[in-house]
């Protein structure tokens, strides 16, 4: 019973270090994936090394290789055991500069020393026995304290007493009760990475750590470390997070969820029916697999059920779940433009087929001008020839009824009313036009197909007035989210304490290439006047700021006069044209928002598609930015090569 028993323990344990592992690895490279250029992720990263290679070491023992190779397994051990100290106290380090503390030198210092001290006891563990001396027993290998694992203890216990310290200060410097729980985590969780790989084994017996006693405490331990490292996980996952809180925890709840749940799981199943030697009369070894994968998409299918229900509990409150849901329901409704041109598309084509005709089109007339967004077949019509010779037929259709059918230029055309605007009057509001193919000077139309070409013209209406609605709103989308300046990282401004000089943090205009990006974009697009230019916050930059004086102290001016100047870099050199790819961005740049060209009008001039309009024309407002940028850090050289002199 006893033997049993212990044998139970045993297995407990490799499952739990397995499970460590796949933890600690799993957060891991989801601080490095996320939040890389954040000075706290990557601490907390090294800390995260060292705790899986030191798991990852018993791992490997679990599986009794030769005496040898364990003593080699325990040596390799000793690189998490060396530098989890000197990794613990540089995240106490890069959290108490993240409050408004940074190093004056000293702190530095002393993580450069402590991972070079780090850096010997690693050698010494694995090239020598001073720090540590194996021992085997039996079939096992056991190390026992060497005459330099004082210094180490003593290394281990003040630079955790340290961290502590530290991580004590910089909860003290939050301001916020959010930031304060979140750092009171941290406190209570960051020393038990480095409490759980510690060698404890070296003060017992030779043998006495495979006893039940210990066996006992040590899967205790385990189990400890996966809570306080899931513990750890959510406060670090803020630190340089420019996403909200709340989207910082869904992703993170998804990602365990997902990764280190799917894992943990096949790997319980793995473990416990391998050495089994029977399961439903198959041998364990052969039902492993088909046991894997079952407990994978059951896994995968529970999650996917409970994940939204896991997500109202423990994030949203009632709140942000009504408001969210209305922005799902939103995201599930939008059609992109091509959808919508698809579906205009089939409903011409159904036309067609009904009424045995060839060709046929559908064009909006917002603000009276009117532009074929679609069309099937050999369509002899033009924007141009709506343009000259359409003006007639489009003053006839704001006076026709809604079943009114005009016969112009070989074509049957059809009125398409808006069913959200409203005329003045009370009138449905006009917004393009259905034409099709006459098949006679003459509307021979029977009963049956009035009827079923009504049912058409009133899909294609419905349609394009989703279409021009959805346009309306990823335009104010485009000019409205560069002006969300809040985020997870500004927010971090005013959650700690001032730094040691005392003055109040001034504001930053250093913008990520993204958020420059984003700018650049709403200040074209509204570049003649507009939000766009008028709450940018290019308007920050020095450059801009520089160029107020001989702007008449104007700031739309002066960031008007910054665009300029970028557009102009992209200019090639030569003659313009507009059929040379080297033209094509500054063309773009030019008609698109210069001069206001419509995007078919642009496309049609530069003899390009749509689609590859809109791709081009990222590129040419990311080329701008970048100039922009360029431009940025070159005044700021000036003005420090000014205060200097």
Known sequence: MEAAFRDFLTLLNETLASAIVIVSASLLLYNLTRNVHNRVARTSGVVLACVTIAYAADVLLSL?????????????????????????????????ATTGLPSRGRRRRAARFQYAVATVFMLLAAFTDLLVTPEVIGD?????????????????????????????????????????????????????????????????????????????????????????LLLLSYPLSFFGSEIPDRVVKADLLR??????????????????????????????????????????????????????????????????????????????????RRDLLQLLEATLEATSDYLRLSSGFIATLTEDQPQIVQAIGPVSVTDTSLKQDGLPLIDRLHRANPDTIEVWNRYWIMPLYSGRNLTATGEPTLIGMMGVEARSDQIDLDNDECDMLSRYVDRAARTLDDMLLQTELYAALAGLLPQISITRGRAMDVEFKPGRDGRPPTPTTVLSREEVIEQVHAALKDYWGGAGMTDSRLLELVVVRNRLPEQDNNPVKALRSVINEAIDNQRPEGEPSMRKPEWTLYNILQQRFLKERKVRETARQLFISEANLYRKQNVAIAAVADAIIQMEQDALSQQKQTISG
């Open 255 to 336: 990602f365990m969820v997902l990764g280190p749940g799917t894992g943990l799981a096949a790997l319980v199943v793995m473990i416990y029916t391998a050495p089994a030697t029977e399961l439903i009369g198959i041998a364990g070894t052969d039902f492993m697999p088909f046991a894997v994968v079952s407990i994978i998409l059951i896994w995968q299918w529970t999650a996917d059920i409970s994940l939204p229900w896991l997500e109202r509990r423990l994030i949203y409150n009632q709140n942000d779940d009504s408001q969210l849901a209305r922005i799902e329901s939103l995201s599930e409704r939008l059609l992109t």
């Open 140 to 228: 096992r290998v056991s190390l026992r304290a060497g005459p330099l694992f004082a210094v180490y203890l003593a290394f281990f216990i003040s630079a955790n007493g340290l961290a502590f310290a530290f991580v004590n200060r910089a909860r003290e410097r939050c301001l916020t009760r959010g930031t304060q729980r979140r750092m009171a985590y941290l406190q209570a969780a960051m020393l038990m990475p480095s409490i759980g790989i510690f060698p404890l084994s070296v003060f017992l017996d030779a043998g006495q750590e495979f006893t039940i006693g210990v066996l006992f405490l040590v899967n205790a331990a385990n189990v400890i470390v996966i809570l306080m």
């Open 64 to 96: 009794n290789p030769g005496v040898d190779s364990a003593i080699g397994i325990l040596r390799f051990q000793w690189i998490g055991l060396s530098f989890i100290p000197a990794a613990t106290f540089h995240v106490s380090d890069a959290l108490l």
